[in-house]
């Protein structure tokens, strides 16, 4: 997957995060912190959603 798809689907899961946080009536202060954590953490994980690098025995 290209490193612009991954970037794609981390912004629209962060927007996602935002407005499920914003229904729930959590501040709007909180929601964007949610929103660029989870921005963050998609765009560091190069689009692999929290994969690991395999198994561990």
Do not use: K
């Not at 629209?12 to 935002?18: G, L």
């Not at 009536?25 to 994980?45: D, T």
């Amino acid at each position: 997957m290209s490193l612009l798809v991954s970037a794609l689907i981390a912004v629209v899961i962060a927007v996602v995060v935002y407005f499920i946080a914003v229904a729930l009536g959590l501040p709007s202060i909180v929601a964007i912190i949610a929103a660029i954590l989870v921005l963050v953490a998609g765009i560091s994980s190069g689009g692999r959603l929290g994969r690991g690098r395999g198994r561990v025995v």
